[in-house]
C-alpha cells in the first residue's frame, strides 16, 4: 500500500518536476533535449546490455574502474550509464567517449521506469553506493533483471528512516540480488532492513581502487609548472557556508605563508560565478581556470570547470576535503590521498564514514573542527616540507594497503550474471 501511495505522489509531482528540469535547462540545454529519458524513452542500444547507474559526479567517478573492468571482461557487451544529474553525464562521457552509451536515469514513476527497461532491456542493473528508488528496484525484479548493489554504504540514520517505512523498504530490499557492501557496518544495517545475509558481502569500497590515468597526470604537472614552486593548497569540493571561512583561513595563511597560493573548487557548477564574487569581494586577486587565466599571480585560483577536480588535486601539495565543517557529510579523501598528498578534513564526514575510520587507524587524515585551526594545520605543513611529505605517504599508504575490493564486486558480479 505505501508502495501505491508513493508512486501516486510521483506521478501527481512529475508534472512539476519536469516544470523545473525545464527551467534548469536555461544553462543546461541537454537537461531540455533529453527530457523523454526522464520518462523512461531511453535511446537504442544493442544488446546485451549491463545498465551501470551513478547518480553524480562522486559516484561517476568511483564506477569507472569497474565499467573498464567490465568492458575487458566483455568486449561484446554494452554498457550503458545513466545519471541523475547533467554533470554526472558529463563526466562519464568525458572519461569514456563512444566506448559506452549514456543516458539520464527515468523518475522513479512505475511507467518510466517499465518503459525505460522495455527498451534498453539490461541484463543486469548496477547500482553505485546506495541511490535506492522503490520503482527501479522493483520494476527491475520485475523484468527479471538481477539488481547490485555496489560500494554500498548506508548510515545509521538512513537505516532507521528505512525502518520507519518499513512496509515500503522491506520489499524492495529483498528485490536486490547482491549487496556489496563497503564494510560490516553498511552489511549490518542492510541486514536490519530486510536483505538477506545470503545476499551480502562485505567487499570494501572500490574507491579505494582509485585509478589516476597517465594523461591526467600529465596535465597536472603541466598546471604545477605554472605555479613556480608556490605553496599550493587546494580545497575541493566546497558548499555554500564554507567558502567564506575558507577566504578567511587563507586570508590568515598568507600573514604567515605571503606566497601561498589557494585553489578552490565548488561542488556545484551553480556556485562558480558566486565564488568567483566571493574572492574579489574579500580581495583577493582572482585567475579562473575556465578562462586559462595565469595563476602565477594570483592568491586564489577558481577550478571553474567539470572533471578536473583529481587533476587538481595533483597538482597542490596539501588538500582539504569540502563539505566537512558544514553538515554536509564530506567527499571522498581518497583523491587526493592517492596522488601521496596531506588530507585535511572537518569532522562532519558521516558519508564516508568508514573510509575515515581506516584513514584516521592509520593517521592519514588531520581532522580540524574549524577554520582556525585549518590554518594552524595548513602553516605547520606548509613550512615544513618533511612532514609535508611523511602525511602524504601515510595517507598514500591508507590507499593501497585497502585495494582489492574492485577485484572481488567484478568477481561477484561475473558469478552471479
Avoid at 137 to 143: E, G, P, T, V
Avoid at 151 to 171: D, W
Avoid at 245 to 255: E, N, P
Wanted: net charge positive; hydrophobic share 45%.
Amino acid at each position: 500500500m505505501l508502495q501505491f501511495i508513493y508512486s501516486q505522489l510521483i506521478r501527481l509531482l512529475l508534472p512539476f518536476i519536469l516544470l523545473r528540469l525545464w527551467w534548469g535547462g536555461r544553462h543546461s540545454p541537454d537537461l531540455r533535449r533529453n527530457w523523454g529519458q526522464r520518462v523512461g524513452f531511453a535511446p537504442a542500444v544493442s544488446a546485451p546490455v549491463i545498465w551501470v547507474h551513478a547518480v553524480s559526479v562522486g559516484e561517476t567517478i568511483a564506477a569507472a574502474p569497474m565499467v573498464r573492468r567490465l568492458l575487458e571482461r566483455n568486449p561484446n557487451v554494452t554498457i550503458l550509464m545513466t545519471a541523475m544529474t547533467d554533470t554526472g553525464l558529463a563526466q562519464a562521457q568525458k572519461m569514456f567517449g563512444k566506448k559506452v552509451q549514456y543516458a539520464y536515469v527515468p523518475y522513479d514513476t512505475p511507467g518510466a521506469v517499465k518503459r525505460f527497461l522495455a527498451r534498453v532491456q539490461p541484463s543486469i542493473l548496477v547500482i553505485m553506493e546506495t541511490e535506492i528508488w522503490p520503482n527501479l528496484i522493483s520494476q527491475s525484479r520485475k523484468a527479471r533483471v538481477p539488481v547490485f548493489l555496489i560500494n554500498a554504504r548506508l548510515s545509521e540514520s538512513s537505516a532507521r528512516g528505512y525502518e520507519r517505512v518499513r512496509s515500503l523498504a522491506r520489499p524492495v530490499m529483498q528485490s536486490i540480488s547482491w549487496v556489496a557492501a563497503q564494510a560490516e557496518q553498511d552489511a549490518a544495517r542492510f541486514r536490519r532492513i530486510g536483505v538477506a545475509a545470503d545476499k551480502i558481502a562485505v567487499t570494501g569500497s572500490v574507491k579505494f581502487d582509485v585509478d589516476i590515468e597517465p594523461q591526467v597526470r600529465e596535465q597536472a604537472q603541466q598546471l604545477k609548472a605554472q605555479f613556480g614552486g608556490r605553496p599550493v593548497w587546494i580545497a575541493g569540493s566546497t558548499h555554500d557556508g564554507e567558502s567564506r571561512q575558507l577566504l578567511k583561513a587563507h586570508r590568515k595563511l598568507l600573514a604567515a605563508v605571503p606566497k601561498a597560493l589557494m585553489i578552490i573548487v565548488p561542488r556545484h557548477p551553480e556556485r562558480f560565478e558566486l565564488v568567483a564574487s566571493a574572492v574579489k569581494k574579500a580581495g583577493f586577486s582572482l585567475a579562473r581556470r575556465s578562462l586559462q587565466d595565469s595563476p602565477a599571480a594570483a592568491q586564489v585560483y577558481l577550478g571553474d570547470t567539470m572533471g578536473e577536480l583529481m587533476m587538481l588535486y595533483g597538482a597542490s601539495d596539501l588538500a582539504f576535503i569540502g563539505g566537512s565543517l558544514i553538515e554536509r557529510g564530506g567527499h571522498n579523501p581518497l583523491e587526493p590521498a592517492a596522488w601521496g598528498i596531506p588530507v585535511i578534513s572537518g569532522t562532519h564526514v558521516f558519508n564516508f564514514e568508514s573510509i575515515y575510520q581506516r584513514l584516521r587507524e592509520q593517521d592519514g587524515v588531520t581532522i580540524v573542527e574549524s577554520a582556525e585551526e585549518l590554518v594552524v594545520c595548513l602553516v605547520r605543513l606548509l613550512n615544513n616540507q618533511r612532514a609535508l611529505h611523511e602525511s602524504g605517504q601515510r595517507a598514500l599508504a591508507v590507499v593501497e594497503s585497502n585495494r582489492g575490493a574492485l577485484d572481488r564486486v567484478v568477481a561477484g558480479i561475473s558469478q552471479r550474471v
